[in-house]
């Protein structure tokens, strides 16, 4: 037999290196997310363009830019990957015989959304299977890691080794105000200036830069120096300020996802930012390598991909593959 050529001499860690970096654009970071030196992800890096016969990526201002030929690879590759890890998958699952308790931390508004549809499937299908749902920590990353916490939404990109994600939704963003608050009189979208000239409340969330407020990722901002006491109220939850949203000229930098939920229940609406002045929010859902394939863990996790899609609709893609990192 020869010896193999072309894709034939790539394997599926490839594959996952390979849209890896078309998300990160950073070949260090890549390097971080699989745990490996810069040296090694750029052999890898090099691998993938033998095997292609392509560079698939060049040198920008901001980082790689993929080129025309790994645009149009990225979602044959993904598809591979979901039939490669279905293969290796358990054959057989049966929910009614599991008996187990998995931990999913959380602490958007956006969850109890999600979480009562997976709790309808639990409920009929699944009755041995527990959750306990828990807020986020600044140490989510650990808890992970030890196995403390099973599974998290987050907010952000950007991971620790040993750490998968799925994209979840994204959103864009603008503020949570009373019905009848000035800025929901304008009857126009605003600009963060102005939603900047009322008191904030803000929500500690997982991000990038570590445990920021809604805020600094909605505004792009990341700087660590900002004091979280500028806000008028920090919270936890968003569940423990909306009443003062409701009686005060107060603000909140949410997404819009969070406003939908949040007018359902509380007399409040949601103002979008003008066009260009704020980031969207994007939720994954994280989990540890060594429960990837763990066929309850699998399952739940489909469970919450499929009622975020029910409630939020399916990502958008190619939005991921236009963002300058």
Same mark, same amino acid.
């Given at each position: 037999?020869?010896?193999?050529?072309?894709?034939?001499?790539?394997?599926?860690?490839?594959?996952?290196?390979?849209?890896?970096?078309?998300?990160?654009?950073?070949?260090? &970071?890549?390097?971080?997310?699989?745990?490996?030196?810069?040296?090694?992800?750029?052999?890898?890096?090099?691998?993938?363009?033998? &095997?292609?016969?392509?560079?698939?990526?060049?040198?920008?201002?901001?980082?790689?830019?993929?080129?025309?030929?790994?645009?149009?690879?990225?979602?044959?590759?993904?598809?591979?990957?979901?039939?490669?890890?279905?293969?290796?998958?358990?054959?057989?699952?049966?929910?009614?015989?599991?008996?187990?308790?998995?931990v999913i931390a959380s602490c958007g508004a956006v969850f109890p959304e999600v979480?009562?549809?997976?709790?309808?499937?639990?409920?009929?299908?699944?009755?041995?299977?527990?959750?306990?749902?828990?807020?986020?920590?600044?140490?989510?990353?650990?808890?992970?890691?030890?196995?403390?916490?099973?599974? &998290?939404?987050?907010?952000?990109?950007?991971?620790?080794?040993?750490?998968?994600?799925?994209?979840?939704?994204?959103?864009?963003?603008?503020?949570?105000?009373?019905?009848?608050?000035?800025?929901?009189?304008?009857?126009?979208?605003?600009?963060?200036?102005?939603?900047?000239?009322?008191?904030?409340?803000?929500?500690?969330?997982?991000?990038?830069?570590?445990r920021p407020t809604y805020e600094r990722v909605l505004t792009g901002t990341a700087?660590?120096?900002?004091?979280?006491?500028?806000?008028?109220?920090?919270?936890?939850?968003?569940?423990?300020?909306?009443?003062?949203?409701?009686?005060?000229?107060?603000?909140?930098?949410?997404?819009?996802?969070?406003?939908?939920?949040?007018?359902?229940?509380?007399?409040?609406?949601?103002?979008?930012?003008?066009?260009?002045?704020?980031?969207?929010?994007?939720?994954?859902?994280?989990?540890?390598?060594?429960?990837?394939?763990?066929?309850?863990?699998?399952?739940?996790?489909?469970?919450?991909?499929?009622?975020?899609?029910?409630?939020?609709?399916?990502?958008?893609?190619?939005?991921?593959?236009?963002?300058?990192?």
């Amino acid at each position: 037999m020869t010896a193999p050529s072309g894709p034939d001499r790539l394997d599926i860690y490839h594959l996952r290196f390979l849209i890896d970096l078309m998300h990160t654009r950073k070949l260090g &970071a890549t390097a971080q997310n699989f745990d490996m030196s810069t040296a090694t992800a750029s052999r890898m890096l090099q691998r993938l363009r033998d &095997a292609f016969d392509d560079p698939l990526f060049v040198r920008g201002p901001t980082g790689l830019t993929p080129t025309e030929a790994a645009m149009r690879l990225e979602e044959p590759v993904r598809r591979n990957i979901e039939a490669f890890d279905r293969l290796t998958a358990p054959s057989v699952f049966a929910p009614e015989a599991v008996e187990r308790r998995l931990v999913i931390a959380s602490c958007g508004a956006v969850f109890p959304e999600v979480i009562e549809r997976v709790a309808a499937e639990l409920f009929a299908r699944a009755p041995g299977l527990k959750l306990t749902l828990l807020h986020r920590t600044p140490h989510l990353w650990e808890d992970l890691h030890e196995g403390t916490v099973d599974m &998290a939404l987050v907010s952000g990109f950007s991971l620790p080794p040993g750490l998968r994600k799925m994209l979840l939704f994204r959103s864009p963003a603008g503020v949570i105000v009373r019905r009848d608050h000035p800025l929901a009189r304008l009857g126009r979208t605003i600009s963060p200036a102005e939603a900047g000239a009322y008191p904030r409340l803000t929500v500690l969330v997982n991000s990038d830069a570590g445990r920021p407020t809604y805020e600094r990722v909605l505004t792009g901002t990341a700087d660590r120096s900002r004091r979280d006491d500028e806000a008028a109220v920090t919270a936890e939850s968003v569940y423990d300020i909306l009443p003062v949203l409701e009686s005060t000229d107060a603000v909140l930098f949410a997404p819009e996802t969070a406003g939908r939920v949040s007018a359902r229940h509380y007399a409040v609406v949601w103002v979008p930012f003008e066009a260009g002045r704020s980031r969207d929010v994007e939720v994954h859902l994280v989990w540890p390598e060594h429960q990837h394939l763990e066929p309850a863990h699998v399952w739940v996790r489909g469970l919450i991909q499929k009622a975020a899609a029910e409630r939020f609709g399916t990502p958008d893609f190619s939005a991921e593959r236009e963002r300058s990192e």
